[in-house]
């Protein structure tokens, strides 16, 4: 009785799978990955772009421009992001759902620099059969006529590099007094020197202590040297020297400063050097002079010596 129905049975299962295979089934919809160039403009600015996504797939933002990340915007997601992420330099977003017709969620982007356009704003929607996988958004160019001035500035800058850098290598190929001689970098004016004098308390700055200074003066040229003590605990190089009259406030043109040793260790002591171009200020004049190291965090400070 039992394999008589089992016998009628197995026909029976066989026709429901037949009629099942043979009901159409829904294709998967692909979507086409699409790789963008996306330009903002002044006259762009305020208009949202559209961005096609999609439940699944992965879409990436690539900006020119830093983010500035703690001051993007996402509108009303309602849970339909299953991925949102935001650096200084791009955006990661995957949707939960599709997003459809009156169903798009905006996405604010403003910038940290703080030039033109400030910000773009963008459209997520969903498209049946295309997915902007990546990307990349630049603001377009300046004007040519910023483009230009800027330019100046920067040929105006070279050109007077460029005449510093022959002063240089002048005074680089001078060798001795005789070198001096031929260079004209020692006349019949001859040659000048003097001792830096402090007052109490001067000459002290972040970890530092004056032990000595002495100058050079010609009427081509000029030298102040300091031997300096490292106080504090990190190793310092100055690489800048700001020198400037103290009743005028007029800046000295500043050639060179320089050391025999890379840098003063924490306790040592070191001879600097800094070089100017032809004195300017009358002899003996109030001076102020300002030692950097490249970040400008430590500095030594001689408010007013006479030179």
Avoid at 103 to 124: C, H, I, K, M, Q
Wanted: a neutral charge.
């Amino acid at each position: 009785m039992f394999s008589s129905l089992a016998r009628l049975a197995l026909p029976l299962v066989l026709l429901v799978g037949l009629t099942a295979a043979a009901q159409p089934q829904e294709p998967l919809r692909a979507r086409e990955l699409k790789r963008r160039r996306v330009a903002l403009s002044a006259a762009t600015f305020g208009k949202p772009v559209v961005l096609h996504v999609a439940p699944g797939y992965l879409s990436a933002l690539e900006f020119d421009s830093p983010v500035d990340r703690d001051a993007v915007v996402l509108g009303d997601a309602g849970g339909r992001l299953a991925l949102f992420e935001v650096t200084t330099r791009a955006i990661l977003l995957k949707p939960e759902m599709e997003l459809g017709p009156g169903r798009g969620v905006e996405l604010t982007v403003p910038f940290a620099d703080g030039a033109a356009p400030s910000r773009v704003v963008f459209s997520l929607v969903t498209h049946p059969s295309e997915l902007d996988a990546q990307v990349m958004v630049s603001r377009l160019p300046r004007t040519a006529e910023a483009i230009q001035a800027e330019l100046d500035e920067v040929r105006a800058t070279c050109a007077a590099k460029d005449a510093e850098l022959e002063a240089l290598r002048a005074r680089s190929a001078a060798s001795g007094p005789v070198g001096m001689l031929f260079e004209g970098l020692l006349d019949r004016g001859g040659l000048v020197t003097g001792r830096v004098e402090l007052g109490s308390g001067q000459g002290r700055g972040s970890g530092f202590a004056f032990d000595d200074g002495w100058t050079h003066r010609t009427s081509s040229w000029a030298t102040l040297a300091l031997r300096v003590h490292n106080t504090g605990a990190e190793p310092w190089t100055p690489v800048e020297a700001r020198l400037s009259m103290v009743a005028s406030g007029e800046r000295v043109n500043v050639f060179a400063v320089r050391m025999k040793e890379p840098r003063i260790e924490p306790g040592g002591t070191a001879l600097v050097v800094v070089e100017t171009g032809a004195p300017t200020w009358p002899e003996g004049a109030a001076l102020r002079l300002e030692l950097r190291d490249g970040d400008g965090t430590r500095r030594l400070l001689i408010p007013r010596f006479a030179f």
